[in-house]
C-alpha cells in the first residue's frame, strides 16, 4: 500500500484526509503520530509539526487541504469529490476553509481540547472557553451553514463533496467533547451531521475513534 497518512485519529483534519482517501476509494495506512509529542524525524515531513502528512511512494505533502486536493487531482477517473465547475469547486473550498478557520479554532480547539485533551494532560478544563464558544460563538456560524444548506442533504450542488467531510470532522470533536448541535434550532445542519456521520466510511474511522475516547475516559 503506497499511500500513508501520518498524525492522530482524533485530529479533525486527520480525520479530513482520512474520511477523503475512503470516500475515493483508496486504501491507506494510518501511521500514528501524536501532534503534541513528535519524533524528530516528522519535521521533514512538515516542517510546521502539524498533523497530517502523507508519504506516497516517494512523494510527501503535509496540511490536510492540499493532501486531499492532491489526491483528487491525483485520480482524476476517480468519483469527484471537490466539485465539477469552476463555482462549485470555488464553494466547496470557501466552506471547507470556513470549517477549517471559523469552526475549528471553537469546535476542536476550545470544546473538543478544553474537555476531553487538557484533562488528559493534567490541566484544567475551562468550562467558560466552552461555554462561550458554545453558546455565544459558534451560534452564529450554525445560523450561517443552516442557511447555506437550505433544504439539500448536501452543501454544494446537492451532492457529497469535501464541503460535507470538512465540516462534519469538526463537529465530531465537538461530539467527543461533550457537546451536540442542537437539532430544533439548526435542524438541516443537525440532519446533515447525521448523514454524513452514518456514512459507512465515517462510521467506520468513528467505531476506532469511539475505542480511543473510552480509554481515554477510563482513565479519569
Ligand atoms: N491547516 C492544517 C491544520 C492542522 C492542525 O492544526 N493540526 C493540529 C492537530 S488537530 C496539530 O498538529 N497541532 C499541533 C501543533 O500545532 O503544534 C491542516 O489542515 O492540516
Same mark, same amino acid.
Given at each position: 500500500?503506497?499511500?500513508?497518512?501520518?498524525?492522530?485519529?482524533?485530529?479533525?483534519?486527520?480525520?479530513?484526509?482520512?474520511?477523503?482517501?475512503?470516500?475515493?476509494?483508496?486504501?491507506?495506512?494510518?501511521?500514528?503520530?501524536?501532534?503534541?509529542?513528535?519524533?524528530?524525524?516528522?519535521?521533514?515531513?512538515?516542517?510546521?509539526?502539524?498533523?497530517?502528512?502523507?508519504?506516497?511512494?516517494?512523494?510527501?505533502?503535509?496540511?490536510?487541504?492540499?493532501?486531499?486536493?492532491?489526491?483528487?487531482?491525483?485520480?482524476?477517473?476517480?468519483?469527484?469529490?471537490?466539485?465539477?465547475?469552476?463555482?462549485?469547486?470555488? +464553494?466547496?473550498?470557501?466552506? &471547507?476553509?470556513? #470549517?477549517?478557520?471559523?469552526? @475549528?479554532?471553537? $469546535?476542536? *480547539?476550545?470544546?473538543?481540547?478544553?474537555?476531553?485533551?487538557?484533562?488528559?494532560?493534567?490541566?484544567?478544563?475551562?468550562?467558560?472557553?466552552?461555554?462561550?464558544?458554545?453558546?455565544?460563538?459558534?451560534?452564529?456560524?450554525?445560523?450561517?451553514?443552516?442557511?447555506?444548506?437550505?433544504?439539500?442533504?448536501?452543501?454544494?450542488?446537492?451532492?457529497?463533496?469535501?464541503?460535507?467531510?470538512?465540516?462534519?470532522?469538526?463537529?465530531?470533536?465537538? +461530539?467527543?467533547?461533550?457537546? &451536540?448541535?442542537? #437539532?430544533?434550532?439548526?435542524? @438541516?445542519?443537525? $440532519?446533515? *451531521?447525521?448523514?454524513?456521520?452514518?456514512?459507512?466510511?465515517?462510521?467506520?474511522?468513528?467505531?476506532?475513534?469511539?475505542?480511543?475516547?473510552?480509554?481515554?475516559?477510563?482513565?479519569?
Amino acid at each position: 500500500m503506497s499511500l500513508v497518512v501520518f498524525g492522530a485519529p482524533l485530529s479533525p483534519f486527520v480525520r479530513k484526509v482520512r474520511l477523503f482517501s475512503a470516500e475515493k476509494g483508496l486504501e491507506y495506512q494510518l501511521e500514528n503520530v501524536n501532534p503534541f509529542n513528535q519524533p524528530d524525524w516528522y519535521r521533514e515531513l512538515n516542517p510546521l509539526r502539524r498533523v497530517p502528512a502523507i508519504r506516497d511512494g516517494d512523494f510527501t505533502l503535509a496540511d490536510s487541504s492540499v493532501i486531499c486536493q492532491y489526491l483528487e487531482e491525483r485520480d482524476p477517473q476517480r468519483p469527484s469529490l471537490c466539485g465539477d465547475n469552476a463555482q462549485s469547486r470555488a +464553494r466547496i473550498r470557501w466552506l &471547507e476553509k470556513y #470549517a477549517d478557520y471559523e469552526v @475549528a479554532p471553537l $469546535a476542536t *480547539f476550545t470544546v473538543f481540547r478544553n474537555r476531553l485533551l487538557k484533562p488528559l494532560m493534567g490541566k484544567v478544563c475551562d468550562e467558560a472557553a466552552v461555554k462561550g464558544a458554545m453558546q455565544e460563538k459558534l451560534p452564529e456560524h450554525f445560523d450561517y451553514l443552516e442557511k447555506c444548506l437550505g433544504g439539500s442533504d448536501y452543501f454544494v450542488d446537492n451532492r457529497f463533496s469535501l464541503a460535507d467531510i470538512a465540516l462534519t470532522c469538526q463537529l465530531v470533536n465537538m +461530539r467527543h467533547g461533550g457537546e &451536540e448541535l442542537d #437539532a430544533q434550532r439548526w435542524p @438541516a445542519l443537525a $440532519a446533515h *451531521f447525521q448523514r454524513i456521520a452514518t456514512r459507512p466510511a465515517l462510521a467506520e474511522i468513528l467505531q476506532g475513534e469511539q475505542q480511543i475516547i473510552s480509554k481515554i475516559l477510563a482513565k479519569r
